[in-house]
Nanobody, 114 residues
Framework: QVQLVESGGGLVQAGGYLRLSCVTS????????MAWYRQAPGKQRELVAS???????NYADSVKGRFTISRDNAKNTVYLQMSSLKPEDTAVYYC????????WGQGTQVTVSS
């Protein structure tokens, strides 16, 4: 079973920034796509951003231009740089791959105050 460990969340004011990290226990170099998801209270988990092995990123419209996904295959780590944060970005953030592993890490809480 792959372990996914997310970190870097916290409480930040609107307009602020955070950098999330996700370390995996398995090499990500052979994974087709790695991704960040988020789940806000009372809502379904949604895809936020994904990155291919050629480092091409794709983003949900709600975060385009504010978030940047990156990967370091040598460190088995995926990052999410978040800037110009909004209260509606408040959620627990998770990483996984596409297609998803059938399990998830504990996530990291991001709270944006207005």
């Amino acid at each position: 079973q792959v372990q996914l460990v997310e970190s870097g969340g916290g409480l930040v004011q609107a307009g602020g920034y955070l950098r999330l990290s996700c370390v995996t226990s398995r090499s990500i170099s052979s994974s087709n796509v790695m991704a960040w998801y988020r789940q806000a209270p009372g809502k379904q988990r949604e895809l936020v951003a994904s990155i291919s092995t050629s480092r091409i990123g794709n983003y949900a419209d709600s975060v385009k231009g504010r978030f940047t996904i990156s990967r370091d295959n040598a460190k088995n780590t995926v990052y999410l740089q978040m800037s110009s944060l909004k209260p509606e970005d408040t959620a627990v953030y998770y990483c996984n791959r596409i297609p998803q592993y059938p399990y998830w890490g504990q996530g990291t809480q991001v709270t944006v105050s207005s």
